[in-house]
């Protein structure tokens, strides 16, 4: 597996609360579909929904994984998620240190064990 900067990305997601930030984090994580998650806690979102502006307090989240892995790592946290339209957005990185993006690397599974552990 690459160890280079541009493999891995990181994943912003916004929840419900942060109990639901926690159940999907746990849930991404056991599962080896990313090393660690970052639950920032509660941030005031405005945003177009049902033909007008809504107000609401949500949490968000940073998931680090790798970029092959977006996929799998999308599709679980859909089924975990309460939204019907959840953010789940992947941000690439360019640079990063080469002993943290290898930990990122060992930590999650590999494209055949990530296939065989969703029942793929």
């Known amino acids: 597996m690459s160890t280079t900067a541009n493999s891995f990305c990181l994943v912003y997601v ?30 005031k979102s405005m945003y ?10 949500e ?4 998931l680090k994984t790798r970029k092959d892995l977006f996929t799998r790592l999308e599709q679980k946290i859909r089924t ?9 957005v992947a941000l690439p990185l360019e640079n990063g240190n080469a002993s943290f993006l290898q930990w990122l690397s060992d930590q999650t599974l590999g494209g055949d064990e990530a296939e065989s552990a969703l029942g793929n």
């Open 14 to 43: 916004t929840t419900s609360s942060e109990m639901e930030a926690t159940k999907i984090a746990s849930a991404v994580i056991s599962d080896r579909l990313a090393a660690c998650a970052n639950i920032l806690g509660s941030v």
């Open 59 to 62: 949490c968000s989240m940073l």
């Open 48 to 57: 177009w929904w049902d033909g007008s502006v809504q107000t609401d307090q």
């Open 80 to 88: 975990l998620h309460s939204y019907d339209c959840p953010c789940i």
